[in-house]
């Protein structure tokens, strides 16, 4: 494995809209596997594909409860409730404000062995997932922002 650079807010590349994978194969995997190196790395429990400079739609999620989650091609299929919440991203650093996401949602994904899965999310799981796939489309959380928390 390896680890990849961070993109910072102001790097264009993280308002493009990343593309599919048709796929999921062993360079997939490589990705995947450095894109959760990088996320520990930096102490995140996210990242996404752009925030290493692959516009690929391809996100990982550790939220730190023993569970690696490897997403290609994530969509949210449902969505239910609302929860306004503090986050912030390895993108955006010392940022951090309130953003209103779905409470439970619905995603469908490929996996590492190319499997279509269906998965139930709520509270920070969800969030997080919402926060991701938002990379994928070139929007950052301070775009959804209701209130900011704190600088620095
Ligand atoms: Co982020």
């Known amino acids: 494995m390896a680890l990849r650079n961070i993109r910072y807010e102001g790097d264009e590349i993280l308002r493009k809209?990343?593309?599919?994978?048709?796929?999921?194969?062993?360079?997939?995997?490589?990705?995947?596997?450095?894109?959760?190196?990088t996320m520990y790395a930096n102490e995140g429990i996210g990242l996404a594909a752009p925030q290493v400079g692959i516009l690929r739609r391809v996100i990982v999620?550790?939220?730190?409860?023993?569970?690696?989650?490897?997403?290609?091609?994530?969509?949210?299929?449902?969505?239910?409730g609302e929860e306004t919440a503090p986050e912030g991203c390895l993108s955006v650093p010392e940022t951090?404000?309130?953003?209103?996401?779905?409470?439970?949602?619905?995603?469908?994904?490929?996996?590492?062995?190319?499997?279509k899965v269906e998965l139930e999310a709520e509270g920070l799981l969800a969030r997080c997932i919402c926060h991701e796939i938002d990379h994928l489309d070139g929007i950052l959380f301070v775009d959804r922002v209701v209130e900011d928390v704190e600088e620095g």
Do not use: F, H
């Not at 809209?17 to 194969?25: G, P």
């Not at 550790?62 to 949210?76: E, F, H, S, T």
């Not at 994904?109 to 499997?115: G, I, Q, R, S, T």
């Open 96 to 115: 951090r404000g309130t953003v209103p996401r779905p409470m439970n949602i619905t995603v469908e994904y490929l996996n590492e062995n190319n499997e």
């Open 17 to 37: 809209k990343s593309r599919e994978i048709a796929q999921v194969d062993e360079r997939t995997r490589i990705l995947m596997d450095d894109m959760v190196e």
């Open 61 to 80: 999620i550790d939220l730190g409860d023993g569970k690696v989650y490897k997403m290609v091609n994530p969509k949210i299929t449902q969505k239910s």
